[in-house]
Structure formats: C-alpha cells, structure tokens
C-alpha cells in the first residue's frame, strides 16, 4: 500500500547538515525525497523506525553510509530533523 507525503517540513539543522554534503550526495538525496513524497515506505529507501533514545523518529537511506532522520506530523506530514552518516543518530 503506498503512503504519499504531501508535505515536508526542514528544521534548520536539516539544511545546514544538507548544504555541507558533497554534490553528489545532494542529489542523490534529492532523487530519494522525491521517491519518499510519491511513497514513504518505497522498498528503495529501506525506511524504518528507530529505538532506544531515539524512539519515535524514522530514517530512510540516501545510500550505504547516508540517512534523512525523519518524524511523521501525520499520516502525510513529516518534518526532516537531519541528514549526514549515521552519526546522526547521536
């Protein structure tokens, strides 16, 4: 079943931490947005819930090494916290 986000809110430690990654990333990020506004839960993305100090917050893959640290507002409404490695998850 797919699940479509109409709307994405960027918190501005999500766009510093997007300005800062190589090109290529960016676009490869912004290629994956775009798969995750047509359907968060697009097996591409590997989208999945987080645990322990960070329960309640989603992240879906940019690729191997990156994420997009995510909260859903709503069933199709969520707000990007951050973007880089796994670091991220500290």
């Known amino acids: 079943m797919r699940r479509p986000i109409a709307a994405v809110h960027l918190t501005s430690d999500f766009q510093k931490s997007f ?3 190589p090109k290529n990333i960016r676009r490869l990020a912004e290629k994956k947005d775009r ?3 047509s359907d968060a839960f ?3 993305l590997e989208t999945h819930k987080l645990k322990g100090e960070l ?3 989603w992240a879906y893959s940019v690729n191997y090494q990156h994420r997009i640290l995510f909260a ?3 069933s199709d409404e969520v ?3 951050d973007v880089g490695t796994h670091e991220i998850y500290r």
């Open 19 to 21: 300005r800062r990654l």
């Open 35 to 37: 798969w995750f506004r």
């Open 42 to 44: 697009d097996p591409r």
């Open 55 to 57: 329960a309640g917050y």
């Open 72 to 74: 859903f507002l709503g």
């Open 79 to 81: 707000i990007y916290y």
